[in-house]
């Protein structure tokens, strides 16, 4: 156990952080504030980002009530996006800098040119935890194409599956609740597999 | 092969924040097609982001020290310029229940004489205005009030071009689909192509192209009978 705790690398970026940013405790409160909805992270949160949000923004902005108002358009998006925060993509602070960012970008063209549209979400995806949201989006559509072809099984195999796969019965349970024997409910399970294999490999194709 | 990039100059004020709607969306485009220069804005974001937020002395031990109590805030608020309360705007912003939903944008198209182009991510949100012809070239402006600039979705047909002309200003051809050459040279998907005043070129396709443009001066023809067509030029690009 030890050696496997040193041998770990914390975060193998190329980038060497500096030593003033405790870059754990920002992700530690981040995940607080979205697991938990931890308003006492967020205060950290807050009193750490916000004052440097307000300098950042007052050299971008032409006065305190702008700057002002980044610093809380930005620290809402915080409290309300903190779930998107991916902490083995990145740092606490670029995911912080990318919502500042994109928020100064909205409001800049809001005032220059009286445009709403908010781009910038399309622009850049708030840092690569879109691409996580992504990813877990498609897991979603191939469950369901999974769905799909389960329902396409013989009714009798369907049972098997979806009861050993999607209600997690054990394999035993099941020879009980459908009133059958162990034997049965095995190679059920193992034609409904080699079945599923088929179809879903002729599709991934 | 992609190989016209971003210059570093154009990658620091996209991540910035810094230029123009167009631009940004230029190379938003060009870094999802380009892993090399995805990792380089990914790499100077966390960069440019780590200096931005270390840079003054309001330390995390601060907190740590004061054992954390409520007044704690008031004399950090006090302690800098900062003349927000804190506890007010924090319990302000925690009232709020939502929690952002990310919802995957549906994509966007739009049809050139029926060839139908799905559109990158960054443009899903722009007004874009119906194409309109002029010979083998179709245009389609995106509306982004960006006054002297002007950004379009820009079709030239098989074995049509661009007659030979310079910019007054900038020029920024991103490839999104087929090909073309000019005197410098074979252009292709996902090329990032920015000219100057400086440039003189005459891009002809082949086979066909769909640019996404962005130019803040009027085209400006140099050639024969084509210098006819300058009052025309701003109408193109």
């Not at chain 2, 007054?168 to 005197?183: I, P, V």
Request: hydrophobic content about 35%; charged content about 25%.
């Amino acid at each position: 156990m030890q050696t496997n705790l040193l041998s770990k690398v914390t975060n193998d970026k190329s980038i060497p952080m500096s030593d003033s940013i405790d870059h754990p405790q920002l992700c530690q409160w981040l995940k607080a504030v979205a697991e938990t909805r931890d308003k006492r992270a967020f205060t950290h949160l807050f009193a750490f980002f916000a004052p440097k949000i307000q300098r950042i923004s007052r050299r971008k902005f032409p006065n305190d009530a702008q700057a002002n108002e980044v610093v809380q358009e930005t620290m809402s998006n915080v409290w309300r996006k903190a779930h998107l925060f991916d902490a083995d993509k990145g740092a606490a602070t670029t995911w912080v800098y990318t919502v500042m960012r994109n928020v100064s970008f909205d409001m800049l063209r809001k005032i220059k040119g009286n445009k709403e549209d908010n781009l910038s979400d399309d622009i850049w995806p708030i840092a690569e935890s879109l691409q996580a949201e992504d990813s877990s989006f498609e897991d979603h559509l191939e469950n369901k194409q999974l769905l799909n072809v389960i329902e396409n099984l013989p009714e009798a195999q369907q049972q098997v599956v979806k009861g050993f796969y999607l209600m997690e019965m054990s394999q035993e349970q099941l020879a009980t609740h459908l009133n059958l024997p162990l034997g049965t409910i095995k190679s059920r399970l193992r034609l409904a597999l080699a079945k599923l294999k088929v179809q879903l490999g002729e599709k991934h194709d | 092969m992609i190989k016209h990039h971003p210059t570093f100059e154009l990658i620091q004020s996209y991540v910035n924040g810094d230029l123009p709607a167009s631009l940004s969306a230029g190379i938003s485009i060009h870094a999802e097609m380009c892993p090399k220069c995805q990792q380089h804005i990914s790499q100077l974001t966390e960069q440019i982001a780590a200096v931005s937020f270390e840079e003054d002395s309001f330390d995390i031990e601060y907190f740590e020290e004061s054992s954390f109590e409520e007044n704690s805030f008031e004399q950090l608020a006090e302690a800098g310029d900062f003349k927000l309360n804190i506890d007010e705007m924090v319990s302000n912003i925690t009232q709020s229940k939502d929690i952002t939903q990310v919802v995957s944008s549906t994509e966007k198209c739009i049809s050139f004489n029926n060839k139908k182009y799905t559109l990158p991510r960054a443009l899903n949100n722009m007004q874009l205005d119906k194409p309109v012809n002029i010979g083998k070239l179709s245009r389609a402006r995106i509306q982004l009030s960006e006054n002297e600039i002007h950004t379009s979705l820009l079709k030239i047909n098989p074995g049509g071009g661009v007659p030979q002309h310079t910019h007054n200003g900038f020029e920024l051809t991103l490839l999104l689909d087929g090909s073309f050459h000019d005197e410098q040279g074979e252009y292709h998907k996902g090329d990032f192509i920015m000219l100057d005043g400086s440039h003189q070129h005459n891009p002809v396709s082949d086979q066909g192209c769909l640019c996404f443009t962005v130019a803040n001066g009027a085209l400006h023809f140099t050639q024969g009978i084509n210098k006819l067509l300058n009052p025309i030029g701003s109408f193109i690009y």
